[in-house]
């Protein structure tokens, strides 16, 4: 992109305000890692190493497999795995043939799963063991004819793997023999591993990821392989030390979800690194994968960075390989900045986007972070490269606000889904002209910094003003008694709407009502200061640990 706008001069040296997007699909990425970087660890899976050699065969193995079962050029193939070899192994496999990967959370129920396996017409499903009872009883209600079914040991390393079943019982089902059920190791055993050449194209659509329904129904995304490479290689331009073959992703954020799907798992292929695999985001897990595996880049949500701080076992460590955090769904707190700098030294960078941009649409600039230039706390950094933004006012869409507006953020770059599956009215309704209108308010401010303001249908409206819940949270954040928060609008017959405020309080503390509406008086206006308090053990929160603000309304409702 050839225009000037105002967040390119806050730009880290050696990042351009655009660069040549090279035409590679992900299933050619992964043949040139193979071939640049054949022996480098592509996968590192709880001790079991996987280099880029064995991953590529493993890849054509798979791909043949489907290719058998009649999975054919743009059919979907639905992933439900958890972070484990099979699941890049599937994904790879299926954009070798020119498939579709759609994505699922393990942790759906059973009526989540039928509506989204049948939004995305999958007939193929390649699923954990122990949800193979979960996929048979809801089979007749779905299109699935094939289920291939993975254990959570059929890569642990020797004896690990062997006594698996017996140590953790819990975590490994014994499949019994039954049409349309085939066991991931039996398949990949019948099928040769000699290369395989790619049936995708640039353009084809290569994976479907659903929205987190945090605002309603999950729709599907669909993502080309143009939408994937190219951010892959924006977000690439943001670290220009960034060294093919050498780095380590602690790969924390699950591939389900658009952050660990590109930002781990295809990022770490394109670029030849190290995906260290945690299968369960549980603080003691990932501080052992840290101890052990080093990794120099670890991305989380907040949660993750305030729960690794809190452990004594993770502030003893020696953590000065890590070079880079990077934290997605909300800004870091300025206490867990300085707590990681502190530590660490590496660069602490906050990242925003959504799975219909890919998902990365701005990012904060390294040496800002790295200069200590603390101004920028609280925002979201800059747009990355290739990327236009605007800011337009809520009651048209029409008119581009100024900086220090709030607005509808609105996106345009090569990054920007293709659109959502089967729903050409929503689609119509977001994609205007080329931009995308995201749903969320934000503002720019005289650098071109973006500052997430709220989610537009999160905004409350109590007497006639306008109250954004989200700055509410942060003021209720600055508590020291208050370890987590979350505002929402309820239902006043006299205002409209009227301000209340769930509080997760820190362990051994103990707070009351009038303490927090106090504090919160002497920080915020009158009118947005919550009328009412409720305490929890804990908030709700999506897979990826963002709280769900969605399920505290809806919660609400039913009270």
């Known amino acids: 992109m050839s225009f000037e706008r105002i967040w390119h001069r806050s730009y880290s040296p050696g990042v351009p305000a655009s660069v040549a997007i090279e035409q590679v699909t992900l299933s050619e990425a992964l043949s040139r890692s193979v071939l640049n970087h054949p022996h480098v660890s592509a996968l ?4 079991k190493r996987i280099s880029f050699r064995k991953l590529d065969r493993l890849v054509n193995r798979f791909a043949r497999a489907l290719t058998d079962l009649g999975v054919k050029k743009g059919n979907k193939v639905a992933m439900l795995l958890p972070n484990v070899p099979e699941v890049v192994i599937a994904n790879f496999a299926t954009f070798r043939i020119g498939a579709v990967a759609a994505m699922n959370n393990p942790l759906y129920t059973e009526r989540e799963l039928i509506h989204q396996l049948n939004d995305q017409d999958a007939e193929v499903i390649v699923t954990i063991d122990l949800l193979v009872p979960k996929i048979l009883a809801i089979k007749d209600k779905t299109k699935l004819r094939t289920i291939i079914a993975c254990h959570i ?26 049409e349309g059920v085939i066991e991931f190791q039996t398949l990949l055993a019948r099928y040769p591993d000699t290369p395989l050449l790619s049936e995708a194209m640039w353009n084809d659509v290569a994976a479907m990821l659903y929205t987190g329904g945090t605002t309603g129904v999950s729709k599907g995304v669909m993502l080309t392989h143009a939408n994937l490479s ?3 290689q924006q977000f690439k331009a943001l670290m220009p030390d960034f060294e093919n073959g050498t780095e380590r992703l602690l790969a924390i954020f699950p591939f389900f979800h658009a952050a660990g799907f590109t930002g781990m798992q295809n990022f770490g292929i394109f670029t030849a690194s190290t995906l260290i695999l945690v299968p369960r985001p549980e603080t003691e ?27 004594a076992r993770f502030r003893r460590l020696n953590l000065r390989f890590i070079k880079l955090f990077l934290c997605g769904a909300a800004p870091l707190p300025m206490s867990t900045i300085k707590g990681l700098k502190e530590l660490t030294g590496a660069v602490i960078a906050n990242v925003y986007g959504m799975t219909e941009t890919t998902p990365f649409a701005t990012a904060s600039p390294v040496h800002t972070i790295l200069g200590h230039d603390l101004t920028k706390t609280g925002t979201v950094g800059v747009p990355i490269p290739n990327t236009d933004l605007k800011i337009v006012d809520l009651q048209t869409g029409t008119k581009e606000l100024p900086p220090g507006v709030a607005g509808e953020i609105c996106f345009k770059g090569p990054q920007v889904m293709r659109g959502y599956y089967k729903r050409p009215d929503e689609t119509a309704a977001v994609l205007k002209d080329g931009w995308l209108f995201t749903g969320d308010i934000g503002m720019l401010d005289e650098d071109g910094y973006l500052t997430i303001v709220d989610r537009k249908k999160d905004l409350i409206i109590a007497g006639g003003f306008n109250i954004y819940p989200k700055e509410i949270d942060e003021v209720l954040f600055e508590h020291p008694k208050i370890l987590e928060a979350c505002t929402i609008g309820v239902p006043d017959a006299y205002r409209g709407e009227t301000v209340k405020s769930f509080v997760v309080i820190k362990p051994g503390e103990s707070l009351c009502a009038e303490e927090v509406i106090r504090f919160c008086k002497e920080r915020l206006t009158a009118y947005k200061v919550p009328k009412r308090i409720e305490f929890l053990e804990e908030l709700p929160k999506s897979a990826v640990g963002k709280v769900l603000r969605r399920e505290l309304k809806e919660r609400e409702l039913r009270t």
């Open 44 to 47: 590192i899976y709880m001790g």
């Open 153 to 178: 040991n059929d890569y642990l390393p020797f004896p690990v793997k062997q006594l698996f079943p017996v140590l953790r019982k819990g975590m490994f089902r014994k499949l019994p023999a039954r």
């Open 230 to 232: 190219s951010n892959l």
């Open 285 to 311: 897990i990932i501080i052992e994968q840290i101890r052990k595996y080093r990794p120099t880049f670890v991305a989380g949500v907040p949660t993750i960075f305030v729960g690794l701080l809190n452990s």
